[in-house]
């Protein structure tokens, strides 16, 4: 039996950190579900921007929207929609047969829009509505400013991925905006059954330390700090007012894994998957870790609810003078400016291939 499903078994969901027009056409993602157990998919504009830029999958889809009067921003999320609802119906049955805890795609709203609230919202349910299909998430980061679309979000109803958490503290933040969400639908007699996934960052901790860490705790970070969040995740499962909220109809906000490639190449190409093995979660892994995991993939031991362990190794790296909690606020600063980056090199990628296909050939010198 493969590593992956082996993994699925042992209670934790792996999806793919990838989307592209080749892999939804050649079948290889339909292989993958069908094959390597791949229970969901997120993406992002890195993603979108790398498979523009280096290929022509997307010419004609481009050149037909630009017929039809579009650009920039528009043109981007009917290329990211026409895919990621492409996507959705690969997964759409195994998420009718696990009642929504899995066959999840997700498409992020712009980052441009992450100070202003009303605007996000409106855009989450635009492209919600856009979409049509129950399985995909909106992601929205979970930073200070996000946190109130996010509440308001779920109050609407419209299935979110918050992005962007790097710590417990900001993901325990995240699960109250949605719990506070779900309780107010509860109160509005309205279904509570809104699907959620609370998305952890890991990999970047251990980059972020890899010049100021002791020899000794290399890539010990991230995987301690995903464990303390797991503690932290666990605690509000087993609360009070968590089981309300189940009792009156509502499911879990699932943690997932993010950022789980390995960065640094004399480290395991598998540590992220090896070491993060935890019953109810989600680990989301680039295409390249997902091939490694097959080929060479073994599970680790499964958590436990000891907290001491994880507490040990960070209280290593205080001890070393790093102070974890302005990390974490500097990890998702850096992330959310990554992410209007990223975007904008994004639309710059659309703008010059718009550009090459309105522009007529050259003809050759008689």
Known sequence: MKATELLYQSGQSLWLDNITRELLTSGTLAHYIRELAVKGLTSN??????????????DAAIHERLAAGLSGERLFFELALQDLTAAADLFRELNERTSGVDGWVSLEVSPLLAHDTQTTLAEAKELHARAGRPNLYIKIPGTPEGLPAIEEAIFAGIPINVTLLFSPAQYLAAAEAYLRGVERRIEAGLNPNVGSVASLFISRWDVAVAERAPRRLLEKLGLAVGRSAYHAYSGLL?????????NAGARPQRLLFASTGTKDPKASD????????????????????????????????????DRKESERVLNDFRRAGIDLDELAKRLQEEGAASFVAAWNDLLGVIAAKSASLQTPPRRAAS
């Open 45 to 58: 504009p890195t993603i979108f921007d790398h498979a523009i830029r280096q290929g022509s999958a997307y």
């Open 238 to 246: 087993e609360s009070s007012r968590w089981r309300r909220a189940f």
């Open 270 to 305: 598998i540590l992220y998957v090896k070491g993060l093995n935890a019953p109810l979660t989600i680990n989301t892994v680039p295409e390249s870790t997902l091939k490694a995991f097959v080929d060479h993939g073994e599970l680790g031991p499964e958590w436990s609810t």
